[in-house]
């Protein structure tokens, strides 16, 4: 193996990862303790209500926050896919393998969240002809195919391989989840031009309280998947040494 | 150096995933106007929409049109795109965000006399959100802050 590659088999190395992760957790849980309990206490606080919608806009804080995290999960688990099929590293695998359940969730948030505001805003929970709120639905679909196509295939490695061809595909929606506002007329408004003028429409006395939000939730998604990956190394890994000593201390 | 048998497996995805995007970016571009969740009133007025047939349409409301019934729910109102306007008759209950000036989506039917007879009225709410004190400054300072995302400004 040549010099210039090393680093990335290390860093796809499962035991690397684990330890690492063992030094970061605590430190990325309290980090989303803290944005999740700024961002919780301004929304519901401090937040100024809506000159239309009154007090409903408050959900929009959760909602962008969840919505614009469950987009980047087809990206993610796309970069891990392409990653096993190209290279074969097992870690990658791991970590697309517990993305999908959490992107389902993440998904379903977004989609529950933004029924809520729609059926006080706009008069209804759902309209299937609007783009935005059909291509959503489609993600979270794709995010079942992709969970049940890896229980439907018995080769773990086969599996892994449809899984990753999958969610490269699936990035196709998120563009189009992304830009159905834009291209098409629909009820969903589009996303908001931030302005840094306090006083303004969409000033920062409104998006301050999301962009915290919108960290913890990421923050969220990081300490989620690292905590699945890690059962995963310890299930797939049994076998070797270090694990087995790990299991042995923890006895 | 990528080994050559990777480089050639990711050349593959690369093919496979840039073909599918523009298949699907196609179809949907063909498909668009099927896409589109309502017509603006402009398109009504074109004829794009066969008489007698169910659709959506979208506009603004426009200011001093609306004239709800004391004895029903009978509620009539002009919905316009700042072109051209579309009258709407409408019996039952508004959601909470209709009034003069908002964005709505109304589902139903155009009549002979080119009346749409809606049997869904929904309220569509813009990109913007303010306080009511910003909003109140906004209108002191002559600003119209509505939403003009059915076509052209009011002042045109």
Same mark, same amino acid.
């Given at each position: 193996m040549s010099g210039r590659w090393q680093w990335f088999h $290390?860093?796809?190395s499962p035991k690397w990862f684990y330890e690492k992760t063992t030094r970061w957790l605590p430190w990325l849980v309290g980090a989303m303790a803290l944005f999740l309990a700024v961002g919780i206490v301004w929304a519901?606080?401090?937040?100024?209500?809506?000159?239309?919608?009154?007090?409903? +806009?408050r959900i929009l804080?959760?909602?962008?926050?969840?919505?614009?995290? +469950?987009?980047?999960?087809?990206?993610?688990?796309?970069?891990a896919g392409t990653v096993t099929l190209v290279w074969r590293i097992k870690l990658a695998d791991m970590v697309a393998k517990n993305a999908a359940p959490l992107?389902?969730?993440?998904?379903?948030?977004?989609?529950?969240?933004? +029924?809520?505001?729609? +059926?006080v805003s706009w008069g209804t929970w759902w309209e299937w002809t609007d783009s935005r709120l059909v291509s959503m639905l489609f993600q979270l679909f794709l995010l079942l195919g992709v969970i049940s196509l890896r229980t439907a295939i018995e080769n773990a490695e086969t599996a892994a391989r449809a899984c990753a061809l999958l969610s490269i595909v699936g990035c196709i929606n998120v563009v189009i989840i992304k830009y159905s506002v834009d291209w098409w007329n629909t009820l969903h408004q589009p996303s908001s031009p931030i302005s840094m003028e306090v006083g303004s429409p969409n000033g920062p006395e409104f998006w301050v309280a999301t962009a915290v939000m919108i960290v913890a939730v990421y923050l969220f998604l990081a300490v989620s998947l690292i905590l699945t990956? $890690?059962?995963?190394i310890l299930q797939r890994e049994d076998k070797a040494q270090w694990? $087995?000593?790990?299991?042995?201390?923890a006895r | 150096m990528m080994k050559p048998h990777r480089r050639k497996r990711l050349g593959v995805i690369l093919f496979v995933a840039f073909g599918l995007s523009v298949?699907?970016?196609?179809?949907?571009?063909?498909?668009? #106007?099927?896409?589109?969740?309502?017509?603006?009133?402009t398109e009504v007025a074109n004829g794009e929409v066969e008489t007698g047939t169910m659709f959506r349409i979208g506009g603004m409301v426009k200011d001093g049109s609306v004239e709800q019934q004391q004895e029903s729910l009978a509620v009539s109102f002009v919905t316009t795109d700042f072109v051209h306007d579309v009258p709407i008759e409408y019996e039952g209950i508004l959601p909470d965000l209709f009034r003069e000036g908002q964005g709505i989506v109304a589902e139903g039917r155009l009549d002979t006399l080119?009346?749409? #007879?809606?049997?869904?009225?929904?309220?569509?709410?813009d990109e913007n959100y303010m306080s009511p004190e910003v909003r109140a400054a906004l209108e002191q300072a002559g600003v119209n802050p509505d939403n003009h995302q059915f076509g052209a400004t009011p002042e045109d």
């Open positions: $290390r860093l796809g519901l606080l401090f937040l100024p209500p809506d000159y239309q919608q009154g007090h409903t +806009s804080v959760v909602h962008v926050a969840v919505a614009g995290t +469950s987009l980047s999960f087809f990206p993610l688990m796309a970069v992107g389902a969730w993440f998904t379903f948030l977004t989609l529950a969240t933004g +029924s809520i505001w729609g +059926s990956t $890690r059962n995963e694990v $087995r000593e790990l299991v042995a201390q | 298949a699907v970016m196609l179809t949907l571009f063909a498909l668009s #106007q099927n896409i589109n969740m309502f017509y603006t009133p080119g009346v749409f #007879q809606a049997s869904r009225v929904l309220a569509k709410h």
